[in-house]
């Protein structure tokens, strides 16, 4: 029996070695260029084309297509999404799976909706081969990645939510105070998973503050953290030194956003993905 955890670009990083992966790009869309969010993509120098180009902007989910090259011809494949209620990413995975299935009688493609992103996808696909090297049945996996993503989170810390804004993903409205100079706008998946902003701090010790203490509330203690960050690398080094002195854990990874976090998250952005 063959495995595979495909996952699409969402998830920013794939840490795990011994099973097989694919990434399913997202597209980062302008009038002018079109972004395929891959190996082969510069996330700083689209951040940087970002600044300059004042034209619309979008974003796209990967189509069915785009899931069957990455199922490629295993038997038993795990497929992880960004949130169902922020993109069609889910759904169209959903249709891949079944067609894969049509086709396929005997393969079985598991379809989970993080209802997150970011580092708390790459913590759902960190377990996942875990519970496939660990020998126990494909059925068996399925009903403990659905416990365990009842035992992680995901913090967003953001500078900008113009992106966000103007694709319908938070409001006009919440995304003015975000334009402030030296604001940073905290908040958290919500259980739905979709956007809860939680807090808006001026400066990076206030917001280091409000971190910690949102995710003291949610519940984190020493298990693992996975932040990713866009064009904050110094920042995100500060949060590994203060979560590893506050929370005592030490399995701490930073990666760079790809293109579709870079592109929502803005730079100075950063995503933590944490187990409670
Ligand atoms: O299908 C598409 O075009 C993709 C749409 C994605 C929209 C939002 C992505 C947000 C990524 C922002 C902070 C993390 C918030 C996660 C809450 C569940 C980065």
Redesign the pocket.
């Given at each position: 029996m063959n495995y595979k955890i495909v996952a699409d670009s969402?998830a920013d990083k794939i840490n795990i070695t011994h099973i097989p992966t694919a990434s399913a790009p997202?597209?980062i869309i302008t009038n002018e260029r079109e972004f395929i969010d891959d190996d082969s993509l510069n996330a700083d120098e689209m951040v940087a084309y970002l600044k300059n180009y004042s034209g619309k902007s979008?974003?796209?989910?990967p189509g069915v297509n785009d899931w069957l090259i990455s199922f490629g011809e295993s038997e038993n494949i795990f497929c992880i999404t960004?949130?169902s209620?922020?993109?069609?990413?889910f759904n169209s995975a959903c249709l891949a799976a079944s067609e894969y299935e049509t086709q396929h009688p005997n393969r079985n493609v598991f379809v989970i909706d993080s209802?997150?992103?970011?580092g708390e996808m790459q913590l759902i696909i960190e377990k996942l081969e875990e519970l496939i090297l660990s020998g126990i049945s494909f059925d068996e996996i399925c009903k403990q990645i659905t416990e365990y993503q009842k035992t992680t989170g995901?913090l967003?810390m953001?500078q900008s939510l113009k992106n966000?804004a103007n694709?319908g993903?938070v409001s006009h409205a919440v995304a003015k105070i975000s334009g402030i100079l030296g604001i940073r706008v905290i908040?958290?998946?919500?259980d739905e998973?979709?956007?809860?902003i939680t807090d808006k701090s001026r400066g990076d010790k206030k917001a280091l503050a409000s971190i910690i203490e949102r995710m003291k509330t949610a519940g984190c203690k020493n298990g693992k953290i996975r932040i990713s960050h866009c064009q904050n690398d110094v920042f995100a080094q500060t949060l590994k030194a203060e979560f590893e002195k506050e929370f005592g854990t030490r399995d701490i990874k930073i990666c760079k956003?790809g293109g579709?976090?870079s592109f929502?998250?803005e730079s100075g952005?950063i995503?933590i993905g944490f187990e409670k």
């Open positions: 969402s997202l597209k979008s974003t796209a989910c960004i949130s209620n922020l993109s069609g990413s209802l997150s992103t970011g995901l967003f953001l966000l694709n993903r908040g958290l998946a919500s998973g979709r956007l809860d956003t579709l976090c929502y998250a952005g995503i």
